[in-house]
Antibody, heavy 119, light 110 residues
């Protein structure tokens, strides 16, 4: 069974940094592309970034480009989101999501981790 | 920038059929697949339709997806509505290295 478990969320001050992790199990992680998606309180889903299965390629939404970096360690079946220069508007639940191998869509989601940016 | 527009909310009675629309700002919705995700309160999203009209295993056949290329609109139809179908439904597609979600449609079954 596929499992994606995010961790690393918490309270951080504006301008601070945080690194989220997503531990994958139940499938061959290195075969799958991955995404990060977030959801601000009471708001809709916002795509943040995509990373290729090898980790050699990827792209990000303009809203986080230059501040957030996505990486992965296939040996550890883990996905990461390094978030710098955090702002209040980055407060959200952050989900990692596995990309379906036949389309630009998600087939499995993690349960999410909450990041709160506040002084 | 490519956008997907959904109605904010819809409501229907149990046992009835409801259709949620998702209109793309360009024909990318036709050339790239559309996915539909269900999100119940307090839970992560789950996939109910992928590749515009396919159902993942475990999703009942009451859920169906379609595309109208003449209007750049994808639709999610849920028949035989049940109270458990109450949720927010998001459409999602892709265009030029950008994944795009619709704003979500809150479905009320009453």
């Amino acid at each position: 069974e596929v499992h994606l478990v995010e961790s690393g969320g918490g309270l951080v001050q504006p301008g601070g940094s945080l690194r989220l992790s997503c531990a994958a199990s139940g499938f061959t992680f290195s075969n799958y592309e991955m995404n990060w998606v977030r959801q601000a309180p009471g708001k809709g889903l916002e795509w943040l970034s995509y990373i290729s299965s090898s980790g050699s390629g990827g792209y990000a939404a303009d809203s986080v480009k230059g501040r957030f970096t996505t990486s992965r360690d296939n040996a550890k079946s883990s996905l990461y989101l390094q978030m710098n220069s955090l702002r209040a508007e980055d407060t959200a639940v952050y989900y990692c999501a596995r990309v379906r191998d036949t389309s630009f869509g998600v087939d499995y989601w993690g349960q999410g981790t909450l990041v709160t940016v506040s002084s | 920038n490519f956008m997907l527009t959904q109605p904010h909310s819809v409501s229907e009675s149990p046992g009835k059929t409801v259709t949620i629309s998702c209109t793309g700002s360009s024909d990318s919705i036709v050339s790239n697949f559309v996915q539909w995700y269900q999100q119940r309160p307090g839970s992560a999203p789950t996939t109910v339709i992928y590749e515009s009209k396919r159902r993942p295993s475990g999703v009942p056949d009451r859920f169906s997806g379609s595309i109208d290329s003449s209007s750049n609109t994808a639709s999610l139809t849920i028949s035989g509505l049940k109270t458990e179908d109450e949720a927010v439904y998001y459409c999602q597609s892709y265009d030029s290295a950008t994944w795009v979600f619709g704003g979500g449609t809150e479905l009320t079954v009453l």
